[in-house]
């Protein structure tokens, strides 16, 4: 597989979005695979990467835990460098799944202040690890300059409905709701909602920052 997979957008692209994976699943995950065309129908280019770790593991089958955060930051940072350097004048927001939009979201204030970016996607955000809510990882939050979007399960175990509205996050950071969803954004069954039914919501929100953004700048 090459360095990258990317989702063409429909026409020609308004916008580049560099989409990081999660923990746990790589750029071609289910969730990755159906975010990235559904944002690209909306004529934004969706760009995947992986991480080191990641990488590795696709070479040699063995399963890796993460690189330390200033390595996933330092891989995540060279991606924005290359799309930044490519040259189409395409105007770049960076973001990702969980634990990609956490990496993302330490970089974008540095970045959107040199207007690199213009803005931050994160999907289903790990404000704190699963099981201890009292580690939370909001701090960069408080103070975040960088228009922002996070999609959240209402009951996401890394930060659900109940928890999340009483951390101090910055005005600059809009937060959507998917009802009943989990991490994934996966509802359960009693709730009548279905997953690929919160998997387009969230892409159209993603879309709609987007655009929103580009008529903003």
């Known amino acids: 597989m090459s360095d990258w997979l990317i989702d063409l957008s429909v026409g020609n692209p308004q916008a580049r979005f560099l989409f990081a994976h999660g923990a746990g699943a790589p750029m071609d995950s289910e969730f990755m695979a159906f975010l990235a065309a559904a944002v690209a129908a909306s004529g934004i280019e969706v760009v995947r990467f992986e991480f080191p770790y990641m990488a590795e593991r696709r070479e040699t089958g063995k399963r890796r835990p993460p690189n330390?955060?200033?390595?996933?930051?330092?891989?995540?940072?060279?991606?924005?460098?290359?799309?930044?350097?490519?040259?189409?004048?395409?105007?770049?927001?960076?973001?990702?799944?969980?634990?990609?939009?956490?990496?993302?979201?330490?970089?974008?204030?540095?970045?959107?202040?040199?207007?690199?970016?213009?803005?931050?996607?994160?999907?289903?955000?790990?404000?704190?690890?699963?099981g201890k809510p009292e580690r939370l990882r909001t701090e960069h939050l408080a103070?975040?300059?960088?228009?922002?979007?996070?999609?959240?399960?209402?009951?996401?175990?890394?930060?659900?409905?109940?928890?999340?509205?009483?951390?101090?996050?910055?005005?600059?950071?809009?937060?959507?709701?998917?009802?009943?969803?989990?991490?994934?954004?996966k509802p359960r069954r009693a709730s009548g909602f279905k997953r690929e039914d919160h998997w387009a919501r969230a892409a159209e929100l993603v879309a709609g920052f987007i655009q929103w953004r580009l008529r903003e700048s």
Not at 99 to 113: C, E, K, Y
Not at 161 to 182: F, K, N, R, T
């Open 68 to 130: 330390p955060m200033p390595q996933l930051q330092e891989a995540f940072a060279a991606q924005i460098e290359h799309w930044l350097n490519e040259g189409d004048g395409l105007p770049l927001f960076i973001g990702g799944k969980s634990m990609g939009g956490r990496v993302a979201s330490l970089l974008a204030d540095a970045r959107f202040a040199a207007g690199g970016i213009g803005g931050l996607v994160c999907l289903g955000y790990p404000f704190h690890p699963r």
């Open 143 to 185: 103070e975040l300059q960088c228009p922002a979007l996070i999609v959240q399960g209402t009951r996401d175990p890394l930060g659900d409905a109940e928890e999340v509205p009483g951390y101090s996050l910055s005005d600059s950071i809009g937060l959507q709701w998917l009802e009943d969803g989990d991490h994934d954004f």
